[in-house]
C-alpha cells in the first residue's frame, strides 16, 4: 500500500475544511436574505405595506433608502470623510477577501491625490450610513471625461467605472445597490457636464458605464472557495445582478493591469470580463443605447487606457506593460479594420449549485489532489466547460432537454 503523502494529506485537510466554511458561509448568506425579508415590516411600524405585495415591497425600499445618509467622497483630506472611510473599510475587506482584489486603506484614502492620466478625472465613493451610524453598504467609481478628445467626444461624452461595489448582507433584500448605482450615475453625468464648460446640462450627458466581473470559470478552486466564504456571494449567481440591471459582456480579451509594478511584485488579474451598459442621457440627441451591442472603438480604447493609468496609480509607465501592449495592439486591429468592440447579447450566469460544490468535494477527494493543482485547477478546467452553461433558471422539462456540455450533469 502506497504511503499517503503528509504535505499532500495536509493540503487536502485544508481545502475541505475551506469547502465546507465556503458552504456555511453561504447557508448563513441565505439565512440572512431570509430574516432581512422577515424584519422589512419592523421598519415600517406604522406603515399599512402589504410586504407580499410587490409593489407595496417596492416603495417600502424607496422609504427606507430615504433613511440613509448618503455620503459622495472624493476628498480624504477632510477629516470626516476619511472617518466615514475608514469604517467603511471594515465591511469592504470581508466582502473582498481575496488580496489580489482589495487595495489598504492608505491607498483609498489617497482618493484623487495622485494624476494618473491626462483625461479630466474624479473618483468617488457613495457610502450609505443607516441611523444607527452604521455602514451598511459603498460604491467605489471613477469617472472620466472625453471633453479633451474629441475623437472620442463625437460617440460618447464619458465613461464611469464601477470598481468596488459592496453591501453589508444583512441588508441585500433592500435595494441598496440600485441605490448607489443610480447616485453613481446621476454624480458621473454631473462631473462630466462640468468638464465640458458652464451651462452643459448633465441631462444631455452619454455615459458608458463599464465594470469588472469575475469570469468565475477561469478562477482557481481555492479563489472560488475564498471569495464564497469572505463575499458570502455566489460568484456565478452575483452576475445575474448586472445581467438583470442591464449590462452586457465586453467581447474582448481584458487584462486588468498590475496595482503595483510587477518588479515589486504587481500581477495583473486575468480572471475578469469587462461588463457594461449605456447611461444615455434623457436630453441626448445622440442615440446611444441603454443595452448596448457594440462600443466605439476610440470609447472603449479611451476607458482602457484612462481606467488602466487609474489602476497602476502612477507607479509605472502602463504604455510599456507587457499586457497593456497587447490590449492596444488588439484594439489598433479593430480600429483598422474599421469595426466597433462587440458587446455580447447577454451577461451569461448560473447558480452554484449542488452538482458545483459535487465536482469540488471529488477533487480535493481524488487521487490526483495536489496543493498545487488544488490552487492553479479552474473550475471550468475542473468542469470541463469553457462557458456558463445557463444564463437563466429554466423549467425542469425545459432544462432537462437541454443538451448538456460533455461528461457532465448541471441540473
Not at 475542473?382 to 441540473?411: N, Y
Amino acid at each position: 500500500m502506497a504511503k499517503k503523502d503528509p504535505e499532500t494529506e495536509q493540503a487536502r485537510t485544508e481545502a475541505r475544511e475551506q469547502l465546507e466554511n465556503a458552504r456555511l458561509a453561504m447557508a448563513e448568506m441565505k439565512q440572512q436574505l431570509t430574516q432581512a425579508k422577515l424584519e422589512v415590516a419592523t421598519l415600517f411600524p406604522d406603515s399599512s405595506y402589504d410586504f407580499t405585495n410587490r409593489k407595496d415591497m417596492a416603495q417600502a425600499k424607496l422609504e427606507y433608502q430615504s433613511t440613509l445618509k448618503v455620503h459622495v467622497i472624493s476628498d480624504c483630506s477632510d477629516p470626516k470623510n476619511a472617518d466615514i472611510m475608514r469604517r467603511m473599510y471594515g465591511l469592504y475587506e470581508k466582502v473582498f477577501p481575496l488580496e489580489e482584489e482589495r487595495e489598504e486603506l492608505d491607498k483609498l484614502l489617497k482618493i484623487n491625490t495622485v494624476k494618473t492620466s491626462a483625461a479630466p478625472s474624479l473618483e468617488q465613493w457613495i457610502v450609505l450610513e443607516d441611523r444607527n451610524g452604521e455602514i451598511v453598504g459603498a460604491r467605489n467609481v471613477m469617472n472620466l471625461s472625453a471633453a479633451d478628445d474629441p475623437k472620442v467626444a463625437k460617440d460618447i461624452d464619458g465613461t464611469q467605472s464601477l470598481v468596488y461595489s459592496f453591501v453589508d448582507p444583512r441588508f441585500r433584500s433592500l435595494g441598496l445597490g440600485d441605490m448607489t448605482l443610480r447616485i453613481a450615475e446621476e454624480e458621473g453625468r454631473r462631473f462630466v457636464a462640468g468638464t465640458f464648460g458652464k451651462g452643459r446640462d448633465p441631462d444631455t450627458i452619454d455615459l458608458i458605464q463599464v465594470a469588472e466581473q469575475n469570469a468565475p470559470l477561469n478562477m482557481a478552486v481555492e479563489s472560488i472557495l475564498v471569495d464564497t466564504e469572505g463575499a458570502k456571494t455566489d460568484q456565478f449567481w452575483r452576475r445575474h445582478y448586472y445581467e438583470s440591471m442591464g449590462f452586457r459582456e465586453v467581447d474582448f480579451n481584458y487584462v486588468q493591469l498590475p496595482l503595483e509594478p510587477r518588479e515589486d511584485g504587481g500581477c495583473p488579474c486575468e480572471d475578469l470580463n469587462l461588463i457594461a451598459r449605456g447611461a444615455p442621457g434623457a436630453k441626448s440627441d445622440r442615440g446611444i443605447e441603454r443595452n448596448l451591442t457594440q462600443i466605439p472603438v476610440e470609447a472603449a480604447a479611451f476607458h482602457m487606457y484612462h481606467f488602466s493609468a487609474y489602476v497602476a496609480a502612477g507607479a509605472y509607465d502602463i504604455e510599456a506593460d507587457p499586457d497593456w501592449i497587447k490590449q492596444a495592439a488588439a484594439l489598433d486591429d479593430i480600429r483598422q479594420s474599421g469595426g466597433a468592440v462587440g458587446v455580447k447579447p447577454k451577461l451569461d450566469f448560473m447558480a452554484l449549485k449542488e452538482q458545483t460544490w459535487d465536482y469540488m468535494e471529488k477533487f480535493i477527494n481524488g487521487k490526483h489532489f495536489s496543493k498545487d493543482a488544488y490552487e492553479g485547477t479552474s473550475i471550468g478546467e475542473l468542469m470541463g466547460v469553457d462557458k456558463i452553461p445557463v444564463f437563466q433558471q429554466k423549467a425542469e422539462a425545459t432544462r432537462a432537454a437541454a443538451p448538456k456540455p460533455k461528461g457532465q450533469s448541471l441540473g
